[in-house]
RNA sequence: UGGCCCAUGGUGUAAUUGGCAACACUACUGAUUUUGGUUCAGUCAUUCUAGGUUCGAGUCCUAGUGGGCCAACCA
C-alpha cells in the first residue's frame, strides 16, 4: 500500500537493531493497553496506529489489553467504546486481553516475592508512607514495618486478600531501596485494600495490583516484545525491569518498555481528565459531541479513519514535546473526503433568485457528475426551476474586480445549469433583500455543447430549486477553543478559552436527492465543505453536521482586505 | 538545590549513522479549473549557544541555556 521507502521512526530503529542483534522476526509482538476509564481521543490513536502499524508492518500480532486494575474508576461502557473505536480505525487485534485475567498469576508471583523476602505488608496510613518517601533531593527512611518476616508477611497478605481488613489498613509492598534516586524505586505500593466490584471479577478480589506491579508483568504473560508508553513512564521503567527481574526465566522473551512523546493537538485539549470535565460541565454534549478530539465525536463529524490514520502517519512519532496544529487533521479529512464524498448542493444561508425570462410552471432536470475526482461515481439528475435559493454571501449590488460572484449588472454561472445575469433587486421596508431578479441565457445550458454554453464566466455559484429543495438542520461546528494551547496557561484556565460560537445550528435548503440520505453518509456540499448525516436524524427531519470546510481561499482576500 | 529525558523552517517529522539539511502541513506567488474546491509550479532554515575532535559535525565530546518528567493506596 505505502510506500517502501518511507523513513523509520526511531521506535522502527529500535525493533530493526534488535532483529539484528537476536530477536526472531515471529518472536515479536506488541499491544495496546488502555484503561477503560474513558474514550480514546486523537492521541490515543496514535498509539494504536504506532501499535497497530509496527504489528502491520513486522507482521506481528497485536493484543488489545485493557489496563483494569483500578474498579473504583473503570467501567463496561469504556471497554465497549475503545473496542468500537479501534475496529472503526480499522485494525484487527489478536487477542482481547485484560489485566484483571492476570490477578490470581500477579497474586501468585506476589507471594513469591515476599518468600524471597522481596515484598512486605506496610500497615501505615498513606501520610505516613508519604513522607518516608522522601523528596527527589533526600532519601526516603524505612518503613517500621519493613523487616516484619516472611510467615507474618504472607500471613498478612492473605488476609488482606480475604478480605478481612478494611480498605487502606495495609499495602504490599515492594521491597528495594528507600534511599533511591529513583523515587519509584522507594519501596513501590503492589497491591492495595478495595471493597469495590470490578466490572470483570465482580467482589473475588479485596485486593487489587498497582499499574507498575501489573503492567510489565501482563506484557510478559503476553510475551510481548516492545512495550510502547508515553514520556512520563520513563522512569518507572527502572521499576518495570525489577519487577521483571523477580519472575522472568531464562528460556522466556522479556519484554521491553520504550517511550515517545504523547501527540498533543492545537487548539484542544487530550487529557481524560479535561475531556471528562467538559462532558460533566455541560460544555459539550457528551464524549460523542463532534467538537471533541474523541474517536467518537471524529467519527460522528464525518471524520473517516483513513484520515485519521493518514494523519498519525504524517505526524509521526518522536520523543520531544509537541503540539501538531489542527490544520493537519483537517488536511488530511479534506484530503480523502475529496476522493469519497460525493458533491451535492445545499444552501445554508438562502435568498431567492427569481430568473424573469424562465417560463413559470416549466421545470427541467439537469445532469450533474457527482463527484469529479471519481470518475466511478457517475451522475444524477437535480431539478432546476424558475425560483431558485442561493447563498445570500454570493450575492451583492455592487462590488470590486475581486468579488467573483454575482453582483447587479454581472454574469454568473449556475453550477450544472444555465449563465444569469443580475438585474435587480426587492428589498423590505428594512432594506434587507427579499428576491433578486435575474435573466438567463436559455442557449448556455451546461454540458449543452453549445458556443453560449461554453463561455467562460468568472463564477459558478451553487443553487437549489426552491420548490423542489426541502430543509434539514445543518450543525455548523467548529474549533471548540479559540486558543492553540489552552491548558498550557499559567494565569488562565482551559475553560476560559471555549469558543462560545464552536456550534451553530440552521436550517438549510438540500437539493431533493439527499431525502434518501442515511446516518454517516458523508457529502460535499459544493463550495461550502464537507458534511456528514448525524444520528439525531430522523426520516422526516435530517441532521447535518459540517466535518470541515473547503479551503476557503475567498475568505482570505476579504479578510486581507479589511 | 538531585536525577532522568529532550532541543532541526511558523508546525510536525526525516537525514543511508560523520559526507550537498529532506518530506508534509501552514502562509505567500503564479498557472489550470463550470466548486475562489481539486490539481500543478514556485518562495520561506546561521540545525538553541559557546568551545572542542575531524579533511569534513544536525549527527561525536565538554560546558552553558531553554523546555519536560519525577515525592497518588491513579494509569
Known amino acids: 500500500m505505502k510506500e517502501a521507502s518511507r523513513s523509520l521512526n526511531f521506535i522502527e530503529h529500535i525493533i530493526e537493531d534488535d532483529l539484528k542483534t537476536g530477536y526472531g522476526k515471529d518472536q515479536l509482538r506488541f499491544r495496546f493497553p488502555p484503561e477503560p476509564n474513558g474514550y ?84 501505615q496510613g498513606s501520610e505516613a508512607m508519604a513522607q518516608q518517601k522522601g523528596t527527589p533531593t533526600e532519601p526516603g527512611t524505612n518503613s517500621p514495618f519493613r523487616d516484619r518476616s516472611v510467615s507474618e508477611n504472607l500471613e498478612l497478605f492473605e488476609k488482606m486478600k480475604n478480605g478481612e481488613f478494611p480498605e487502606g489498613a495495609h499495602v504490599l509492598r515492594a521491597k528495594i531501596d528507600m534511599a533511591h534516586p529513583n523515587m519509584l524505586m522507594r519501596d513501590p505500593v503492589m497491591y492495595r485494600i478495595l471493597h469495590k466490584a470490578h466490572h470483570r471479577t465482580g467482589t473475588d478480589w479485596c485486593i487489587y495490583p498497582m499499574y507498575d506491579w501489573t503492567h510489565g508483568e501482563s506484557d510478559y504473560i503476553e ?23 523477580q519472575v522472568v526465566s531464562a528460556d522466556t522473551l522479556r519484554p521491553k518498555q520504550r517511550e515517545f512523546a504523547r501527540r498533543n493537538l492545537s487548539h484542544t485539549v487530550v487529557s481524560k481528565r479535561k475531556l471528562l470535565q467538559l462532558v460533566n460541565e455541560g460544555h459539550v454534549n457528551g464524549w460523542d459531541d463532534p467538537r471533541m478530539p474523541t474517536i467518537s465525536g471524529l467519527r460522528r463529524r464525518g471524520c473517516t479513519p483513513e484520515a485519521i490514520r493518514n494523519f498519525a502517519d504524517t505526524i509521526g512519532i518522536a520523543k520531544r514535546e509537541n503540539v501538531v496544529d489542527v490544520s493537519v487533521l483537517d488536511f488530511h479529512m479534506r484530503e480523502h473526503l475529496n476522493k469519497v464524498a460525493p458533491r451535492v448542493m445545499a444552501v445554508l444561508d438562502p435568498v431567492k433568485l427569481v430568473i424573469t425570462n424562465y417560463p413559470e410552471g416549466k421545470e427541467e432536470w439537469l445532469e450533474a457528475e457527482n463527484n469529479p475526482e471519481d470518475p ?16 445570500r454571501e454570493d450575492f451583492r449590488e455592487e462590488a470590486n474586480r475581486k468579488f467573483f460572484r454575482l453582483k447587479l449588472g454581472g454574469e454568473v454561472r449556475l453550477k450544472n445549469a444555465y449563465i444569469i445575469k443580475a438585474e435587480s433587486v426587492v428589498k423590505d421596508e428594512k432594506g434587507e433583500i427579499q428576491e433578486i431578479h435575474c435573466t438567463y441565457d436559455d442557449l448556455s445550458r451546461s454540458g449543452s455543447g453549445t458556443e453560449e454554453s461554453q463561455r467562460k464566466v468568472k463564477g459558478t455559484l451553487h443553487w437549489v430549486s426552491a420548490d423542489h429543495a426541502f430543509q434539514a438542520e445543518v450543525r455548523v461546528y467548529d474549533r471548540l477553543f479559540t486558543d492553540a494551547t489552552p491548558d498550557q496557561h499559567k494565569d488562565k484556565g482551559f475553560l476560559d478559552f471555549i469558543n462560545p460560537d464552536s456550534l451553530q445550528v440552521i436550517s438549510a435548503w438540500m437539493e431533493p436527492g439527499l431525502k434518501e440520505a442515511q446516518p454517516g453518509d458523508r457529502f460535499q456540499f459544493q463550495r461550502m465543505g464537507y458534511f456528514c448525516v448525524d444520528p439525531d436524524s430522523t426520516p422526516g427531519n435530517l441532521v447535518f453536521n459540517r466535518t470541515v470546510t473547503l479551503r476557503d481561499t475567498w475568505a482570505k482576500i476579504e479578510q486581507k482586505e479589511e
Open 376 to 391: 466511478e461515481a457517475g451522475s444524477r439528475t437535480i431539478p432546476f426551476s424558475r425560483e431558485l435559493y442561493i447563498e
Open 223 to 245: 510475551q510481548i516484545s516492545h512495550s510502547l508508553c508515553t514520556l512520563e513512564f520513563l522512569p518507572h521503567r527502572e521499576l518495570y525491569d525489577w519487577f521483571l527481574d
Open 40 to 123: 480514546l481521543h486523537v492521541g490515543h490513536a496514535s498509539s494504536i496506529c504506532l501499535n497497530f502499524g509496527l504489528g502491520l508492518r513486522y507482521n506481528a500480532p497485536v493484543n488489545l489489553r485493557f489496563d483494569d486494575t483500578n474498579p473504583t474508576k473503570e467501567e463496561q461502557e469504556y471497554v465497549d467504546a475503545i473496542k468500537r473505536d479501534v475496529s472503526w480505525l480499522g485494525f484487527e487485534w489478536d487477542q482481547e486481553c485484560y489485566a484483571s485475567d492476570y490477578f490470581q498469576q500477579l497474586h501468585d508471583w506476589a507471594v513469591t516475592l515476599i518468600e524471597n523476602g522481596k515484598a512486605y505488608v506496610d500497615s
